[in-house]
């Protein structure tokens, strides 16, 4: 590995700045000094929580390959995201620990999908089977905790970031969050219906995030009382949102940034084989799912919408278009601070990887280039 440096304007302080690296990883970063300009933006690579599939692979089948991972990870670099958490979600325990294992073994053999795959999101079987808020899960599949699962995730994942999203209103839920907690996984509620004590006890036990706000709950809800104003009424909860202008329709998302500090709030794409690929018939481990033109991932015969063809590139300038605000005001959430989140050093801080993004715009703000550098190495 190359050492480097490079010259570009710091995304959150506006000045240039000059970046080195070493074997990977960010030497030291300061002030440029002289009359630097450049209309260059330097910004940390982007982190995404929850990706369950990229490009055409979808990450729930038992037989993905070495080769089609190593490809989803490119494209997902090529759009801005050097580091991901591989995302399964609901299917039979054994099924999903088995194939948490075997991805771990491709993981452990290519120096590259070992730095992309940052850690690991469990999303479910821990669930509500509720309808309207199992979304896309299959509720059959669905489970109470126990503290032998919980352990069972931890020793297979050994000393990796893990995300476990659940529901707290299910049997032994709360006693599940304070193990996963004592056994350092971060827990994030989710595709839950829970009262709003439930949810402070759940934040009590440990848990410390709520998963894509607005989304896994029914169309239609209680104007009074719902899971919705009982998230955003329980503080301390960092919540996700998808912003692809879909999942969380734009009044909504703009709401809920009002009502949070900008802290409590990161972005993921909760991608799906479809993102980065064109319309089609696409799978998500069992289920078969249409995408249209118009980038909605249906199930067909319901309003379900299951995971999202976002690119993470295209979320960031989505989430700023929905603000209203510049892009670089949203840069964080979509990179250190889902990084932070779940305990990932990340940014562009000397120590972390040398993931970071070259972005020029134009004079409307609309993205014109992108470069992504991956420990330091151009991806091309
Ligand atoms: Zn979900």
Redesign the pocket.
């Known amino acids: 590995m190359r050492p480097g440096e490079i010259c570009a304007r710091h995304y959150q302080q506006a000045q240039p700045v000059v970046l080195q690296w070493r074997q990977g990883v960010i030497h030291d970063l300061r002030t440029a000094t002289g009359a630097t300009t450049t209309d260059t933006w330097i910004a940390p690579a982007l982190l995404d929580p929850q990706v369950n599939g990229f490009a055409g692979v979808d990450f729930q089948r038992d037989e993905l390959s070495g080769e089609k991972l190593l490809a989803a990870t490119r494209r997902l670099r090529a759009s801005g995201c050097t580091r991901f958490l591989f995302t399964l979600v609901t299917d039979e325990w054994p099924k999903l620990v088995g194939r948490l294992e075997r991805v771990n073994r491709l993981r452990a053999a290519h120096e590259e999908l070992r730095h992309a795959i940052a850690g690991w999101h469990v999303?479910g079987p821990f669930l509500s089977t509720e309808p309207g808020f199992h979304?896309a899960?299959n509720p059959a599949m669905m489970l109470d905790p126990t503290p032998a699962h919980i352990r069972e995730l931890r020793a297979v994942t050994e000393t990796d970031p893990v995300l476990l999203?659940i529901a707290p209103e299910r049997q032994g839920a709360l006693d599940a969050i304070r193990l996963a907690r004592s056994l350092g996984i971060t827990v994030s509620l989710?595709?839950t219906n829970a009262s709003a004590e439930t949810l402070r006890q759940a934040l009590h036990a440990g848990a410390t995030g709520f998963?894509?706000l607005g989304?896994?709950c029914p169309q239609e809800l209680d104007r009074h009382d719902n899971i919705l104003w009982r998230a955003l009424d329980t503080p301390g909860l960092t919540v996700s949102l998808i912003p692809d202008r879909i999942h969380v329709s734009p009044p909504l998302f703009r709401l809920i940034h009002r009502a949070l500090a900008a802290e409590a709030i990161y972005y993921t794409t909760?991608a799906m084989a479809s993102a980065g690929a064109p319309p089609g018939s696409y799978t998500i481990g069992a289920l078969q799912v249409e995408v249209g033109a118009d980038q909605i991932v249906r199930q067909p015969g319901t309003s379900n919408y299951a995971g999202s063809a976002l690119r993470p590139i295209d979320g960031v300038f989505r989430a700023a278009a929905m603000l209203g605000c510049d892009w670089r005001q949203v840069w964080g959430g979509f990179s250190v601070r889902p990084a932070k989140f779940i305990g990932i050093p990340h940014g562009l801080t000397p120590g972390c990887p040398a993931d970071f993004c070259l972005v020029q715009t134009d004079e409307t703000g609309r993205l014109k280039s992108l470069r992504v550098f991956c420990r330091g190495e151009e991806t091309f």
């Open positions: 999303e979304g899960h999203t989710g595709h998963t894509h989304n896994a909760d």
